[in-house]
């Protein structure tokens, strides 16, 4: 059987796949009349087809990629868990996106907050082999962003945003996108627009012009972040009265450093209206992915795209004294949303343990893109999926700007635990937690979903096993992709009743 040329290559004139020479009168000769016509019409239908480029073995035409982040969204705001705060479901449009699409309700991020977060989902690297993190904010050579992979590939790439640590000036995480929008919203101390909201409406503006303006022959890849579920909690009176928040008051920027300074008590605080005051604004950020994604819909382009809603870390709202993102890897920071909507992915829920750094590997893969060549730690969500497979987190130590502002509030606070990198691995149910401070923690989350009781010094062997596994957790994982779990550890965890 003939065979079609590399796609990348030129056919010639008796290319199967460009069609041969169309038949002569005399092929027809003998045939009675009704069946030369069938016959004619299927060697015409067949050197079009051919023609064409179809039923040969080509690829399919690229198709969409759309990646959306609702920043600082916690997994318990959808209906992926349940949350211990009693607001009922703030998310309506994220849960429809559920119900349709491929929703993984065991996803972790894979650092506490913005900038070494999305730079894991951009390079699909760890926060040690990427090393975009304090103090050194900007995206180093560590290999082609994703974003980069698409534009090699002849997509248009563009960005829409008003977190300040997306920007260029900033982080350069939006390396390779070649459209970058940033809506204003005054800098970290703000987080505001004039208008009130954090940049979502403007940006919903500036996709929705985008979509209209694009070079419609090429695909496109486009990456979205809503910052609205983010500090300060402002929202609307209609997403407080949705949630039962307070109808008046806020939490503000300078109130968080004010508590990070020690200047407040854990007592002190209302944390239910805290956090009622925290679902109205991821309610305000999921009225803007339900807009998002009508504006998508009007257009045509949710069927055949691949579209990916996660976000990038969530948010503490009193748990174990804690509030904000910064200073912590407890659960209630790495558990995030994931639905995927595309091709390959059916509608369902699908258990298995996944990391931000999994969406790199996701993308290229479904959108058919060569390998680079590099090893990286995360594993396509087409592939087969691994159930005991560890995740991993760290966040390294604020950096002296962010500590000289908490110590010039208060100059009585300690800023020693504050000052540290901290480091975390989670297998099955367990997740160790170290601290350059001196603490180890050891959770069983199957007892212990609120991480109230550290079991350390109760399970020495298990403490044993997974500080072997955060030892792999270095920047030379880098260069050989990060190394599985191996026999002897899963047996270890095994014997131990850990895994199954």
Known sequence: MSQCPDPGSHAGPEDPCRGAPGPSARAFRGVPRPLKAATALVVLVATLTAILGLGCGRPAPPKNVIVIVVDTLRRDATSLEESPHGWGKPMPNFDRLIETGRAYPN??????????????????????????????????????????????????????????????????????????????????????????????????????????????????????????????????????????????????????????????????????????????????????????????????????????????????????????HVFSLHETVLQVPLVVLGEGFEQGRDARPVMLADLYPTLVEWAGLRSDGQDRPGVSLLAPAEPDRPTYAEVTPPGGALLGLLKQLNPELDVAPLDAERRSVRVADLRLTTCTCGTVELNDLRLDPGQSRNLAAERPEAVEVLSGLLDNLGPAAGEAGLPPMDDETRERLRSLGYIH
């Open 107 to 324: 996803t972790w991020s894979t650092a506490p907050w913005t900038v070494p977060s999305h730079a894991t989902i951009f390079t699909g690297l760890l926060t040690p082999q990427h090393h975009c993190d304090s103090p050194t904010l900007r995206l180093r050579d560590v290999g082609p962003t994703f974003a980069e992979r698409f534009a090699e590939a002849g997509y248009e790439t563009a960005a829409f945003f008003s977190n300040p640590w997306l920007s260029d000036k900033t982080t350069g995480l939006l390396r390779g996108f070649q459209i970058k929008t940033e809506v204003d919203v005054g800098g970290m101390a703000e987080l505001q627009t004039g208008s009130g909201d954090q940049g979502g409406r403007e940006t919903l503006r500036n996709v929705g012009a985008w979509l209209d303006a694009r070079d419609r022959n090429k695909p496109f890849l486009l990456f979205v972040n809503f910052l609205e579920a983010h500090i300060p909690y402002s929202p609307p009176l209609e997403q407080r009265l949705a949630v039962g928040a307070p109808e008046s008051g806020e939490i503000t920027v300078d109130w968080d450093y004010a508590y990070q300074a020690g200047l407040a008590t854990p007592a002190s605080v209302d944390w239910n209206a805290v956090a009622r005051l925290y679902a109205a604004d991821a309610r305000w950020a999921d009225v803007y992915l339900g807009e998002l994604m009508s504006e998508l819909t009007q257009r045509g382009l949710v069927d055949g795209s691949l579209i990916v809603v996660t976000s990038d870390h969530g948010e503490n709202l009193g748990e174990h004294g804690l509030f904000e």
